[in-house]
């Protein structure tokens, strides 16, 4: 069973930087997968943040654009977003997902929030 395993949340201020990581150690990529990053604020949908393909391509909601930049590591199935010039809108629970051909694994979540 796959499971992501995300960290890095907290507490920040506005205007601060929080970067979170996520592995995916159970996966032994074969072909192209995609690692990405979900928020899901209180009595909202979850949506996307940014993603990016195992061969390096990226894409970033509107609100991320300019503030967020994700990476990764393939070789240590590791994904990480880092947040820059964060604002209380960003408060939110963040998820990291995997999907493969079609197989999707979600991570349990890491909570971010700013707050003064």
């Known amino acids: 069973q796959v499971r992501p395993v995300e960290s890095g949340g907290g507490l920040v201020q506005p205007g601060g930087s929080l970067n979170l990581s996520c592995v995916a150690s159970?996966?032994?990529?074969?072909?192209?997968?995609?690692m990405g990053w979900y928020r899901q604020a209180p009595g909202k949908q979850r949506e996307l943040v940014a993603t990016i393909t195992s061969d390096g391509t990226t894409d970033y909601a509107e609100s991320a654009k300019g503030r967020f930049t994700i990476s990764s590591d393939n070789d240590k199935m590791t994904v990480y977003l880092q947040m820059n010039s964060l604002k209380p809108d960003d408060t939110a629970v963040y998820y990291c997902?995997?999907?493969?051909?079609?197989?999707?694994?979600w991570g349990q979540g890491t909570q971010v929030t700013v707050s003064s």
């Open positions: 159970q996966f032994a990529a074969t072909g192209t997968y995609v």
């Open positions: 997902q995997l999907e493969w051909f079609g197989d999707v694994w």
